[in-house]
């Protein structure tokens, strides 16, 4: 079921996991140190150490929470935890969320899938559903516009 593609660029991202992720990395930071500094039998380099750990927590929750896919006029960027990961449109064969996937994967040209974590149905599963097809939609859409391009 193909769909009317989104006006380009367009950025797709998990919006209620993000919100909730960076509110629990707020939370952990204050708690954490808030304690750690009420509690008097600390010393100073164990109050450092409980504030280190807190902004450890809060960082890997705000690393997760970074997770994106761009697109433009040119194509996609992928923005997963740890790595960013430029395509071409023509390099995307198929965009897919199935059932029970945690998020959408890319069939690239190589052979290879690349999960695009920006589209998850985790908390928010229509928004996903909606986001994976205006993405199938415009790769669709790029896709026939190059093939156009090289037969005129």
Not at 28 to 39: D, E, G, K, P
Request: hydrophobic share 50%; glycine share 8%; net charge neutral.
């Amino acid at each position: 079921m193909s769909s009317e593609p989104p006006a380009l660029p367009v950025t797709f991202r998990p919006g209620r996991t993000r919100v909730v992720l960076l509110t629990a990395g707020v939370a952990i930071f204050v708690v954490i140190t808030v304690i750690a500094l009420l509690l008097e039998q600390l010393g100073p380099g164990e109050r450092l150490s409980f504030v280190f750990t807190a902004a450890l927590l809060a960082g890997v929750l705000f690393l997760l929470a970074r997770v994106k896919v761009v697109a433009d006029e040119s194509g996609v960027t992928v923005q997963n935890i740890a790595s960013r990961r430029r395509l071409e449109w023509a390099e995307i064969i198929q965009v897919n969320l199935r059932p029970g996937d945690p998020w959408v994967f890319l069939n690239l040209s190589d052979g290879t899938s690349l999960p695009a974590l920006g589209i998850q149905p985790g908390i928010a599963k229509q928004q996903a559903i909606a986001d994976a097809r205006a993405l199938r939609a415009l790769a669709e859409a790029r896709s026939t516009a190059r093939s156009d391009e090289d037969q005129g």
